[in-house]
Structure formats: structure tokens, C-alpha cells
DNA sequence: GGCATATTTTGACACGCATCGTACTAAGTG
DNA sequence: CACTTAGTACGATGCGTGTCAAAATATGCC
């Protein structure tokens, strides 16, 4: 029976920092990511999520959201798990996240 | 009497592109931008917003938000004005600005 | 421990970005 | 045109970022 194993350098929502944030969605990979996340409603490893770029392009780009504070991992078994902080950031940034992913329905996920 | 004379490089709205704004705001320097002219309710010039960087500086952060279709600039005699496009900007992506120029209040304007 | 899967780290590279200082341009007035 | 104010373009610089490939590590199971 696999643990839950977290990943530990995510800061507290008092900790947040705007810019670190919008910086971090601030590309279109990103926003792949956010969206496919919003989408599934559930966690989603980091290999389950399609994107265009290699495995360790990918790693990057995951931590740059999970030390915004906009994803939250956990590991089962061998898989790296990812939600969004969804309740996190509406309690920082009101209506950002929603419009953040709103907005990035319109980018061609290539 | 100076007459208006628009500046021709800002998308219409309908070009707008979302990485392309969301990279022109995810600057400190910019937000504080957004934020002096969300709080004036009115165009100010160039000049007149208090930035922490030099004035070549401060036009390439001009320039960037002009060109992702934040802002709208126009002379009156020898000023460039500014204003946030906040109608185009809530057409394509509703509740972005306000949560952004919200989320920037907690920044340290230095 | 060996083995497997999943992901990250490391190194290298190309490019873009934010900065400043200086020269130049834009928009005026007389 | 000369002059003024306001802002921009250009050049240079130092980082940071996004990318890939290969090696290394993380998390398990047997």
C-alpha cells in the first residue's frame, strides 16, 4: 500500500508573492498545465499531463508553479501527484486563477 | 490648442494574446503602472507615474504594456498619456484586471 | 539489494529581458 | 528655423529562462 509522500518546498498562502505568480503562469506551457488540471478535477501525475516539451523541460515548469504556491504535490508510490491551489489562491488573489484559466482557453495547446 | 495624436501600435482587441499580457503584467515595475492608473480614474503621461528605474527604462515598460494591449497612449502637446484599456481587457478576459491590480496592492512599491 | 517506473539534476546553449547612459526623435511654441 | 519639453532608440551588459540530452535520484516492489 503506497504512502502519501509530500513534496516540501511549496510556500504558505501568507507567503505568497504576486509576481512570483504571475510569472509563473505567465506561459503557455504553464497554462497547459493549469488547464488540464482545472479540467480533470482531480490530481493528475506529472507524466499523465500531455505537454510539448521533454520530461525534464516538463520538471522545470513544475516547479516554477509549485514554488509560486499554485500547485500542491504529493507522491504515490512513484508518481509525482499535482492539484492546483485552487482555494489558496482565491483566498490571495480573488478571481485570478478562475480568469487566469479562463483566459488561456483561447491559446492552441502547441 | 494641442490636438490628440494616437500612438498606432496597440493591438485590437480581438488580437489581444494571453501569454503576451500576462507577461507584460508579471513585472513589478508594470504593476505598480497599472496600479497609479487604476488609482487616478484618468490618463496620466508618462512622466507623471512614479517609477523606481530610469526614463529609458520605464519606456520599454510602456512599450510592453502598449504592445499586449493594456494600455492606450495618445499625446497631448508633448506628453504621452496613458490609460488602462479596462473594457477591451474585461471583453477577453473577464475579472483579470481587477484581480490583478487587487493582487498587486500588496506589493511594495520599490 | 536488484529491478522498475517516474522524475529530477546537471550541463550546455540560445535567446530574451531589465537595466543604464547617451544620442536621437516627437510634439510642440515663437 | 531655434528652442524646449517629453519621451524613445540604441548599444552594452548581466542575468534569467526555456530547451534538450544524459546521468542521477526518488519512490516503490520483490
Redesign the pocket.
Same mark, same amino acid.
Given at each position: 500500500? $503506497? #504512502?502519501v509522500?509530500e513534496v516540501t518546498d511549496e510556500p504558505d498562502v501568507e507567503d505568497f508573492d504576486f509576481v512570483k505568480v504571475l510569472?509563473a503562469v505567465a506561459?503557455p =506551457?504553464r497554462l497547459s498545465i493549469l488547464r488540464q488540471l482545472a479540467e480533470a478535477l482531480e490530481a493528475i501525475?506529472? &507524466?499523465a499531463i500531455d505537454l510539448p =516539451?521533454? $520530461?525534464?523541460? $516538463?520538471? %522545470? %515548469?513544475?516547479? $516554477?508553479l509549485r514554488q509560486a504556491g499554485v500547485l500542491h504535490q504529493y507522491?504515490i &508510490?512513484?508518481? #509525482?501527484m499535482n492539484v492546483l491551489r485552487t482555494e489558496d489562491l482565491e483566498k490571495a488573489y480573488p478571481g485570478f486563477l478562475p480568469s487566469v484559466i479562463a483566459g488561456s482557453a483561447g491559446i492552441n495547446r502547441d
Open positions: 500500500m $503506497a #504512502r509522500t510569472s506561459d =506551457v501525475s506529472c &507524466g =516539451v521533454k $520530461a525534464s523541460t $516538463a520538471t %522545470h %515548469h513544475f516547479t $516554477a507522491y &508510490g512513484t508518481s #509525482r
